[in-house]
């Protein structure tokens, strides 16, 4: 099936399982049509689809709990229970078992299409040797979670841009419209439980953020609390789009929780799994690090090398076949993942194409 099928059977699939905010979901359409790396972003179903096609001989090497829908604009910054500063993946909506080698190639796939829109400027090979120098390292030594602190100055220099000042993170999220209408009573109690006191008012705003995600409810529960701003938001989950590819293989099961619990990962506890709401706070330093400030750093071969000892914190998780994939990874030939990233990339700008020209039909 074309793009245009695939999306549409894999949509009908999702309101069977969750509520959609149609308008939402037509915005996430049309962003789909204006550029490639957006595409990119909004259609991981798809890219489910056609990896098992192009990218066959990734296929038969170890299948662990992975990301899945891995790239550049996935990792954001959290505070730890000791308050510290901690970057690192930011979303695991699509966990699920896949091989090792899908983050891998994701994550360079999206550094290549990045550097086409002119937000990267490393070209494709160069950025695939950094990703796996770095995941290659993370493995060997167990994995490390990033901690801004007196280490990796660099880093937080990135992650503490322009876009984290409070003032427009706040002005952001006033700009938020308020919620009308009735809303899940799951979604309010899942949200209430992550304020720190029970009764405290607040204001219950809907946001449109991210690709992958768009169009399912995402709600922000705003206040005010001891002289300062609070902000918590619930989104709703449902299992992967592998469970929609292969839906008597794959179990219906939200792997959330579980791959943040496997990884390397010094956890935000402000991140929960309530039912079928993944709840989380928001401020000015947690939240995901946008591509636009990834551009302000002169480091991008150490920053995707970063990217790549991030994802061996998560692989990690899966202890037993880690032998394995360092087998496995040292055995490949030279170029493996650029060339399977330039494949992948071709696909998705050939589907890309195909969506424009019905969008624009």
């Known amino acids: 099936m074309n793009i245009v099928k695939a999306t549409k059977k894999y949509e009908d699939w999702l309101r069977l399982r969750i509520r959609i905010v149609e308008p939402d979901l037509r915005y996430k359409h049309e962003q789909m049509a204006l550029a490639l790396f957006p595409f990119f972003r909004g259609t991981f179903y798809r890219w489910a689809q056609v990896w098992p ?3 066959a001989e990734l296929e038969r ?3 662990i709990l992975s990301v899945g829908d891995l790239h550049v604009e996935n990792f954001g910054t959290w505070r ?3 308050g510290r500063l901690v970057w690192g993946v930011n979303d695991f909506d699509e966990a699920c078992l896949f091989p090792y080698t899908m983050d ?3 994550l360079a796939t999206s550094a290549l299409l990045a550097a086409r829109a002119e937000h990267l400027t490393m070209k494709a090979k160069e950025s695939a040797e950094a990703i796996l120098e770095g995941y290659e390292r993370g493995m060997e030594e167990g994995g490390l979670p990033f901690i801004l602190g007196e280490r990796h100055v660099w880093l937080r220099a990135i992650a503490e841009n322009k876009l984290r000042d409070p003032e427009v993170f706040w002005a952001k ?10 809303i899940p009573e799951s979604a309010r109690e899942a949200i209430e439980h992550l304020l720190p006191e029970r009764g405290i008012p607040y204001r219950l705003a809907r946001r449109r953020a991210g690709m992958g995600s768009l169009g399912r409810v995402r709600l922000v529960a705003i206040a005010e609390w001891k002289g300062g701003r609070i902000a918590r938001e619930g989104k709703a989950l449902t299992a992967s789009a592998l469970q929609w590819l292969y839906p008597k293989h794959v179990p219906a099961e939200i792997l959330y929780q579980a791959i943040l619990r496997r990884a390397v ?3 935000d506890p402000y991140v929960q799994l309530r039912g079928h709401w993944i709840v989380r706070r928001l401020s000015p330093h947690c939240s995901r690090v ?3 400030a990834l551009g302000t750093s002169r480091g991008e071969c150490r920053l995707l090398e970063a990217m790549g000892r991030e994802t061996a914190n998560i692989h990690v998780g899966t202890e037993e076949k880690r032998k394995a994939i360092l087998k496995d990874v040292r055995g490949r ?5 650029v060339n399977a990233a330039e494949k992948m990339a071709d696909a998705v700008e050939k589907d890309w194409r195909v969506w424009r020209e019905r969008w624009q039909s």
């Open 104 to 106: 891998l190639v994701r």
């Open 333 to 337: 030939k030279a170029n493996w993942l």
């Open 80 to 82: 730890d229970t000791d």
């Open 53 to 55: 096609e192009v990218c």
């Open 290 to 292: 946008e591509l636009e």
């Open 173 to 182: 999220m006033d700009r938020l419209p308020t919620v009308k209408g009735e």
């Open 61 to 63: 090497v170890p299948h």
């Open 265 to 267: 990962r010094c956890l």
